[in-house]
């Protein structure tokens, strides 16, 4: 028997010591109307507007986000899965910025390789200079190497995520 064997250690099930990563910042349950298995996402920007990406008709969506309200200033991402009687709610900080001049696209990515850019606007391979707002703050979180995410929410305002390659 080997010194790892799943059997023996329980490593199929995730037993191996090291912590999880954190997925959520708040949690919450509400009650109200809903399916088991439904599920709704939404977003509650810098000023307290909330956009709704995602829910079924009759879903409450304010009250979904007021649950985590004093848990976590905004802005931050929702995501309700409804449960066998009720709501239950997470909540993620994220960061949201103004691309100007707004992309033409909605999902962007963009990737710096210390070289060269490219870029997938809404999952298709593009010219990178149409995501020259993107690049620009990108560049200033990022030093080095980066990908950069942007998620149009309305308008000009993106949700913005740069990790570092």
Known sequence: MSPLDPG????????????????????????????PGEEAELVVL?????????????????????????SL??????????????????????????????????????????SQLFLAADRMPAEPARARALERVAAERERGAYVARAHRLAGDLFELLVLPL
């Open 8 to 35: 023996r250690h329980w490593l199929e099930a995730g037993i191996t010591g090291l912590a999880r990563q954190r997925e959520w910042d708040a949690v919450a349950t509400v009650e109200g109307p809903g399916t």
């Open 46 to 70: 810098p000023d307290g507007e909330l956009v709704v990406e995602a829910a079924p008709e009759g879903v409450d969506a304010e009250r979904l986000a007021a649950s985590l309200a004093g």
């Open 73 to 114: 200033p905004p802005p931050f991402r929702v995501v309700a899965v409804r449960r066998a009687d009720v709501w239950a709610v997470g909540g993620c900080a994220i960061e949201v910025v103004h691309l100007e001049p707004a992309p033409d696209a909605d999902e962007l990515e963009l990737t710096w390789d210390g």
